[in-house]
Structure formats: C-alpha cells, structure tokens
C-alpha cells in the first residue's frame, strides 16, 4: 500500500526532536517524526491486543491452528 504524503509545517520542539531521534535511532526530523508515529500506533496495537478476552487461547489450540489442514472433497450431486 502506498502512503499517502504531504507537506507540513509544524512548530516542533528541537530539542524533543533530539531526544527522540537518539531512542528510536533515527536521523532527521521526518524519519524521527515518523518513528514515533509508527510507535504509537504499534503501542495501541500491542495494547488492543492485551484487552482481547484469549481464554481459549492454548499452546495445544495455537499447534491446531497452526498444522496443516486437509480438506474433504464434497461429492458431486451430478452423476
């Protein structure tokens, strides 16, 4: 999927900037800026994820899900 892109003019704090480059190891204000951005949206992510009700969730469940199917082929009515 392509991203869609603008131009924007922000007054942004440079030494916040700073800061945040050195945590996500980023160079610049738009690869900082987008750093961050891809973070929060993956923390709401990660938090939706932790609210989901998995009780059924099992290590034996998560191998069934995960070994291959096989399929039945349904028989033809036609003869």
Do not use: W, Y
């Not at 942004?12 to 996500?24: E, K, M, P």
């Not at 891809?38 to 609210?51: D, F, I």
């Amino acid at each position: 999927m392509l991203a869609m892109r603008r131009h924007t003019t922000l007054n942004i704090d440079d030494d916040l900037v700073a800061d945040a480059a050195r945590t996500l190891g980023t160079r610049g204000t738009t690869e900082t800026v987008h750093a961050a951005l891809r973070e929060v949206v993956a923390r709401r992510r990660r938090r939706a994820l932790v609210e989901l009700d998995l009780a059924d969730l099992t290590p034996q469940s998560l191998a069934d899900m995960r070994s291959p199917r096989t399929f039945v082929r349904a028989r033809s009515s036609r003869r």
